[in-house]
Nanobody, 119 residues
Framework: QVQVVESGGGLVQPGGSLSLSCRAS????????MGWYRQAPEKERELVAT???????NYADSVKGRFTISRDNTKNTVYLQMNSLKPEDTAVYYC?????????????WGQGTQVTVSS
């Protein structure tokens, strides 16, 4: 199995920046991609950004140009740099890891970290 643990988050004013980190452990070689999702109160969880093992990235339209996802394979860590934050970015951010084991695809989720954008 794969486990992921997030760090970072907190309170920031509109226009500010925050950085999130997510470290994976366990069966690292089985990981295909990692990413970030978020869930605001009374809303469904939505994709923020993903990155494959080879570095191919995908972003939600709402964060393109403001957020950057990156990974350090030597540290089994994925980062999310969030700039020009808006109040609508307020949510619990979850790290996700997709991995394949014995031909089956699995998802591993972190516990979530709160990001609040407010003046």
């Amino acid at each position: 199995q794969v486990q992921v643990v997030e760090s970072g988050g907190g309170l920031v004013q509109p226009g500010g920046s925050l950085s999130l980190s997510c470290r994976a452990s366990g069966i690292i070689f089985a990981i295909n991609s990692m990413g970030w999702y978020r869930q605001a109160p009374e809303k469904e969880r939505e994709l923020v950004a993903t990155i494959t093992l080879s570095g191919i990235t995908n972003y939600a339209d709402s964060v393109k140009g403001r957020f950057t996802i990156s990974r350090d394979n030597t540290k089994n860590t994925v980062y999310l740099q969030m700039n020009s934050l808006k109040p609508e970015d307020t949510a619990v951010y979850y790290c996700n890891s997709q991995y394949v084991l014995n031909g089956l695809k699995y998802d591993s989720w972190g516990q979530g970290t709160q990001v609040t954008v407010s003046s």
